[in-house]
C-alpha cells in the first residue's frame, strides 16, 4: 500500500492534459490504420516514431511486432512493468467519427488505440521526471491480445528480463478502457477480475443418410441439440450457485441440405471460469456430458477443449497502490470500487501469472451518453471519450512513480 502519495504525484493531471493534443493525434493515427493479430508494422512504427526523443532503450519483437522500452530513473532500485495493448478487432467500423477507420474490416472497437497513445505519454511524463524514479519503468507494447497470446509470446522471446537479471520487475500494472464506465474514474479489484476463456469444440459423428427414413441412419442432429441443453443442465447441476462459470454454445454446423441426414454436427462454445478448481471440474464434465449424450443417440462425440487465457488475479496490494494513487491524481470520487469480476478475458493473464500486478478499468463513456445503454467495447459503433486520455496518461504515470519511491 502507497503512503501518502500526493507529493510525488503533484502535478501529473495538469502535465498530462498538456500533452493532450500529442496523445489524441497518436490515437487517431492509429484509430484509422488498426491491424489485427501479432503482426502490426503500421503500429509498431507509430510508436517507435513516438518515442524516438525520448532517453529509453527500444527491444522489438521477433515473432510479433511488439515493442518493448525501458526507461532508467536516476537512482538504483528495481523494475515495474507498465502494459499497453495495440490490436484491433475484425469489424467493420460504423462510428461516424471523421477518423474512423480507413482499413475494411478492421477496427479498433476495444480501445486498444488509447491505451497505446496513453502508455506512450505517460512514457514522456516519466522521462521527465527520472530524478524521482528509483529504479527503471518497463514499457510493454503488446500485439495479438485478441486472442493471439500476445503478451505469451512476448515473455516466452524474454520480456521479463529485458532489463537484465537484476532487472525482473517487482510488479506490472495494466488500465484498460471501458465506454460503459463514467468518464475519468478507476475500477479495480483484489483477486480475480476477470476469467478464463477456454474453446469447446465437439464434433458428433453419426451414419448419413436420407431424411425420409432417419431409422436407417445415425442422425447427429438431434443428439447435438440435446448436448446444447445438458451442457447448460451440467452448468446449474454441477457447479455450486456461488461460482460464477458461464458456457455458451455459439456455433451450431450440420447438413447440406433439406432431405438429407449428415453424417456429422459441429458444436464450438466458450467456457468462462474464475477459479482455477472450477475450471478443471469442468473440463472433466463436458467431456463426459458430450460423450454420453451423443452415446444415447447412438452416435461418439469427439471432444476438444483449447486453453485460452488464464484468470486474470490482481496482487492485493497493487490493487490498493492503483486506488490510492488514482486517488490522490484523479481526486475524490474519481476511484470506484469493483464489487465482482467479469468473465471477459484478457492476456494480461499471463504477465500477473509470473509477477504480482493489477489491471484496472479507465472509465471512457462520452459525455451525454448513459453508460448503460451505450454500445459497449467490442460493438462496431463503440465511442470512446477522449477526454478521459489525460486521467489514462497520469495514472500510468503515477503508479510508476510511487512504486519506484
Known amino acids: 500500500m502507497p503512503d501518502n502519495p500526493d507529493h510525488r504525484l503533484a502535478g501529473l493531471t495538469e502535465a498530462a492534459r498538456a500533452l493532450q493534443p500529442r496523445t489524441v493525434a497518436l490515437r487517431r493515427r492509429l484509430h484509422r490504420h488498426p491491424e489485427l493479430g501479432l503482426q502490426l508494422p503500421l503500429t509498431r512504427t507509430a510508436v517507435l516514431d513516438e518515442l524516438a526523443d525520448l532517453p529509453v532503450k527500444v527491444h ?21 512493468l507498465l502494459r499497453a495493448d495495440m490490436d484491433a478487432l475484425p ?7 471523421p477518423y474512423a477507420s480507413l482499413i475494411e474490416g478492421v477496427m479498433h472497437a476495444c480501445g486498444h488505440d488509447t491505451h497505446t497513445a496513453m502508455l506512450a505519454s505517460a512514457a514522456r511524463l516519466l522521462a521527465d ?5 528509483a529504479g527503471r519503468v518497463l514499457l510493454m507494447f503488446q500485439p495479438g491480445e485478441e486472442g493471439w497470446h500476445g503478451a505469451r509470446h512476448m515473455i516466452e522471446e524474454g520480456l521479463l528480463d529485458a532489463s537484465g537479471p537484476a532487472g525482473v520487475p517487482i510488479s ?3 488500465l484498460h478502457i471501458s465506454a460503459t464506465i463514467p468518464t475519468g474514474t478507476v475500477q479495480t479489484r483484489p483477486g480475480p477480475i476477470m476469467a478464463a476463456a477456454d474453446v469447446l469444440r465437439v464434433t458428433v459423428l453419426g451414419r448419413g443418410g436420407h431424411a425420409s427414413a432417419p431409422h436407417d441412419a445415425l442422425d447427429p442432429v438431434p443428439a447435438a441439440a440435446a448436448m446444447v ?20 454454445v455459439a456455433q451450431i454446423r450440420a447438413g447440406t441440405t433439406s432431405n438429407v441426414i449428415p453424417e456429422s454436427a459441429f458444436l464450438e462454445a466458450t467456457l468462462r471460469t474464475l477459479s482455477e478448481h472450477t475450471r478443471t471440474f469442468l473440463h472433466e464434465q463436458v467431456q463426459t456430458v458430450c460423450q ?3 452415446a444415447a443417440y447412438g452416435c461418439t462425440a469427439s471432444v476438444t477443449l ?11 496490494g497493487a490493487a490498493a497502490r492503483v486506488d490510492a494513487v488514482a486517488g490522490a491524481v484523479l481526486g475524490p470520487g474519481r476511484v470506484n470500487p469493483m464489487t465482482s469480476p467479469i468473465l471477459g478475458s484478457e492476456d494480461f493473464a499471463y504477465v500477473l501469472d509470473r509477477v504480482p500486478g493489477a489491471l484496472a478499468f479507465l472509465g471512457g463513456c462520452p459525455p451525454g451518453l448513459d453508460p448503460d445503454r451505450i ?26 512513480l510511487d512504486a519506484l519511491r
Do not use: C, K, W
Request: charged share 20%.
Open 129 to 133: 521526471r527520472r530524478e524521482l524514479l
Open 306 to 316: 483449447e486453453a485460452g487465457y488464464p484468470i486474470t488475479v490482481n496482487d492485493a
Open 229 to 248: 441443453g445438458a451442457l447448460q443442465t451440467m452448468l446449474t447441476r454441477r457447479v455450486t450457485a456461488l461460482e460464477p462459470a458461464v458456457l455458451t
Open 60 to 80: 522489438t519483437g521477433r515473432s510479433s511486432s511488439s515493442v518493448v522500452a525501458v526507461l532508467e530513473g536516476d537512482r538504483p532500485g528495481p523494475t515495474v
Open 292 to 294: 454420453h449424450t451423443a
Open 91 to 97: 469489424l467493420t467500423e460504423q462510428t461516424g467519427l
Open 172 to 174: 506490472a500494472y495494466a
Open 375 to 400: 454500445a459497449p467495447n467490442h460493438s462496431n459503433r463503440v465511442l470512446f471519450d477522449e477526454s478521459a486520455m489525460p486521467d489514462g496518461v497520469a495514472v500510468y504515470a503515477a503508479i510508476a
